[in-house]
């Protein structure tokens, strides 16, 4: 808390906000005003952010678009279930270390020469093989660090990140405690299949990412897709929406309209009318049971082909 | 600038800080780290918008959906009130260009002849429809300024909002037919006539204590208002969520017993084999392997009148199931029992499943009234021969039996030709044995009986049935 935030102050954290804002427009990534705040506060506070919402909302995608606006590298750590510390964080080199061990022996013939000395040489930075965690940790370089999923571990390895998120280091056993080179960007997301423990999220910025509203999803698909009639952009993302609405097993993700669209143009498709949508629709929804949903409920409702204009 | 310089630091400070005690007190976990950030995040954002300082302050102190919902209230709320309090301590005019963040941008006085109620419908109408919250609070000035000058006004909260927004013909939904010949919506939704309702009420409010010159007494936040929004098919997605943890809980919870090397039960054969090698001394001991019960579930739920409102719960937790266990059979039954595996197999919809399984023949449902003795009875003899100490055997219902013989002994056998058997009941605990209720009877012979009528309950049951 160390600037007075005084009058003055107006236009200093408005105009941070808006250069965030139009650095991940600029890197593709159409923020809400929610995401960009706290992707703002994220930088500002040097906090981690915990990102949250249904599948498909383009929660991994503000991560790598925050990395290239930022110019940082994207530390990427895919979690699952029976991730361990040896994945995560750091494991040592055992191969390298045998080694080094038989050339210690073959030199010395007169028997055992100081093992101790060897003992500390094989735990040093060399036999350390990093994994993202400590990569990111020791990264000379600002890097943004986005650990994808984190609902799909279990609780151990959450509160073995606690030391990672509240204090950025590492404590080695064997060499110390590894102290952040530079303050990196956290993102953890989460899918919301389990509940999160209260330690984790005591430490983190939350942001709820949700299905952008109809304006926004056509802004993205067109950023995406700039070939696309604005008309035809505006009607897919409102087919999608409807299909949203359903209750599917997996609703089509913003990526997913991004391929439709992409799959209408280059089928040169004017319009969608209920043929093209019962022929393309496959490319938003991914499961048999959820296409004769559809099928039944969204594609009736569409035109038939031939008729101009939908008056749905 | 709605931000002059007399606010001096450590009010903000204070005022936050209250606002934390304010979230606390509903129930919102905030600790001392949380109100640092709290701090931090504030600093980051103009004061002046209360968008922005809203959402900085949301992303430092709620850390979960339903805690974002109670946040929202809880802000509008005590910013509402601590607005209103800086307005009677300092007695001055303070309407329009209030200090605190909460207060409009509209400046001017409001000039109550001036306005035409057709353009300020008209006006709303638009509001509302493009979502503009800011310009909707001044919008709800301008209606109550001029409702007030007629008269009309009861002195209730509650039954003005109501009388203006009727006034001015805003009902949900009103303009669909209108807006087709126009080729776009402006269907007026229902979460945007809320909204505006809010603002009037908070309008109202603000004249009332201008009047009285004194607060009212606060309220805490109503269950109602705590409940995330929902609808059928929201919940319908809740009892979907939690059935796919059960599924995850269930996939882990093997890995889980694998690693645990308490309570293993040594593999005599394949031990004395291993011996073998050193001489018939067992050096090594060999473990029977663990795995994870993978139970074969049979449920059977009461559809009759009695439970109207749960077996649609229930019909939808069985749906869910459905999806997440491979063998897996239901019954649905009210005076007789009828499976009803296929159609859920078959239809994906859930609505689909209910009217078939309600005009299904196989329900015969003669008068209406479970015969919960009967339904026992017809199961031993379909069924039983198919129950193992493996298979879960799950009843869905009230166990009202409108008078009959509940027929015990046949439930009784039936839970002894299965590994376990699990009640759940839609009635709280409380209503258990009232009435017709003959739960005393079944409840001593079940493994475990829950109550089970919000998807809470379900998910505690979801517990306890993944256990090994």
Same mark, same amino acid.
Do not use: K, M, R
């Given at each position: 808390m160390s600037p007075p935030p005084t009058a003055a102050a107006g236009s200093g954290p408005a105009a941070g906000l808006e250069a965030t804002r139009d650095a991940l427009a600029a890197s593709g990534y159409l923020a809400d005003d929610s995401a960009a705040l706290v992707s703002h506060l994220a930088q500002q506070l040097g906090k981690p952010v915990l990102v949250e919402g249904p599948a498909g909302v383009g929660k991994t995608e503000l991560a790598k678009a925050l990395s290239r606006a930022t110019g940082r590298e994207l530390i990427r750590l895919q979690c699952y279930e029976g991730l361990d510390e040896a994945k995560a964080l750091y494991e040592w080199n055992y191969r390298k270390q045998l080694l080094r061990i038989q050339a210690e022996a073959g030199t010395g $013939? &007169?028997? &055992? $020469?100081?093992g101790g000395e060897v003992m500390e040489d094989i735990f040093g930075e060399e036999f350390l093989l990093t994994r993202p965690l400590l990569a990111a940790i020791a990264s000379e370089a600002p890097v943004v660090l986005l650990i994808d999923e984190i609902d799909k571990t279990d609780q151990e390895f959450e509160a073995m990140l606690l030391e990672v998120l509240s204090d950025f280091q590492i404590s080695i056993p064997e060499l110390g405690v590894v102290e952040a080179q530079s303050m990196p960007i956290v993102l953890l997301t989460s899918n919301n299949s389990r509940e999160l423990t209260e330690a984790l999220k005591r430490r983190c910025l939350y942001l709820w990412l949700d299905y952008p509203a109809i304006d926004r999803e056509v802004e993205i698909v067109r950023l995406h897709v700039p070939d696309l009639d604005a008309g035809l952009a505006r009607r897919l993302v409102e087919v999608v929406g409807m299909v949203r609405e359903l209750d599917l097993k997996k609703p089509p993700s913003i990526a997913e309209s991004i391929d439709w669209a992409r799959a209408l143009l280059l089928l040169g498709a004017d319009q969608i009318d209920s043929e093209t949508f019962n022929r393309t629709m496959s490319i938003i929804v991914k499961h048999r049971t959820d296409l004769d949903l559809v099928a039944e409920r969204v594609g009736m409702r569409l035109p038939a082909a031939g008729r101009n204009d939908g008056t749905s | 600038m709605p931000r002059p310089a007399r606010a001096p630091r450590d009010l903000i400070a204070d005022q936050l800080v209250s606002f934390c005690d304010e979230l606390r007190s509903e129930g919102l976990a905030v600790g001392t780290s949380e109100i640092l950030d709290a701090f931090s995040a504030v600093e980051q954002v103009p004061w002046s918008d209360r968008l922005q300082f809203r959402e900085a302050l949301a992303a430092t102190l709620a850390k979960s959906q339903e805690d974002r919902h109670l946040f929202e209230q809880v802000f509008d709320r005590w910013f509402f009130r601590a607005a209103e309090l800086e307005a009677i301590d300092r007695e001055g005019p303070v309407e329009a260009d209030g200090a605190e963040p909460d207060r409009g941008e509209s400046g001017e006085p409001i000039d109550g002849e001036r306005i035409d109620v057709d353009e300020l419908t008209e006006m709303i109408r638009q509001a509302i429809a493009d979502g503009d919250d800011a310009l909707m609070r001044d919008l709800a000035q301008l209606a109550v300024a001029a409702f007030g000058r007629r008269g009309?006004? /009861? @002195?209730v909260v509650g039954v003005d909002v109501q009388r203006i927004r009727r006034s001015l013909g805003l009902t949900p939904g009103s303009q669909a037919q209108a807006a087709d010949g126009a080729g776009e919506d402006v269907e007026l939704d229902r979460d945007g006539v809320r909204r505006f309702e809010g603002h009037l009420r908070r309008e109202l409010e603000r004249r009332l204590i201008e009047r009285t010159g004194k607060l009212p007494p606060a309220r805490p936040l109503a269950d109602l208002d705590r409940a995330l929004p929902t609808n059928p098919t929201q919940d319908l997605a809740a009892v979907h969520r939690s059935v796919t943890m059960l599924k995850r809980r269930l996939a882990t919870l093997g890995n889980e017993q694998r690693g645990r090397r308490r309570g293993r039960v040594v593999d005599v054969r394949r031990t004395m084999r291993a011996s073998l090698e050193t001489g018939g001394v067992p050096l090594t001991l060999r473990y029977r392997p663990r795995r994870p019960r993978r139970p074969e579930i049979y449920v059977l739920c009461d559809v009759s009148t009695s439970v109207t409102s749960a077996s649609v719960f229930f019909l939808s937790v069985l749906h869910a199931l459905h999806d997440s266990f491979r063998k897996l059979r239901s019954f649905v039954f009210i005076e007789r029992i009828s499976e009803v595996t296929e159609t859920f197999e078959r239809e994906r919809d859930f609505r689909k499943v209910s009217e078939r399984i309600s005009q299904d @023949?196989?329900?015969?449902?003669? /008068?209406?009234?479970?015969d919960y003795g009967r339904v026992w009875l017809e199961f031993l003899e379909e069924i039983s021969a198919d129950l193992d100490p493996r298979s879960t055997v799950i009843v869905l219902g009230d166990a009202r039996t409108n008078g009959r013989d509940p027929h015990a002994a046949a439930f009784a056998k039936l839970t002894e030709r299965a590994g376990r058997t699990f009640w759940l009941n839609p009635e709280p605990r409380l209503y258990w044995n009232y009435g017709d209720s003959v739960m005393a009877a079944y409840e001593p012979l079940t493994t475990e009986s829950f109550e089970c009528w919000t998807t809470k309950h379900l998910e505690h049951f979801v517990d306890v049935v993944a256990k090994p």
């Open positions: $013939p &007169e028997g &055992e $020469p100081a | 009309e006004g /009861s @002195g @023949g196989g329900v015969a449902d003669i /008068s209406g009234y479970t």
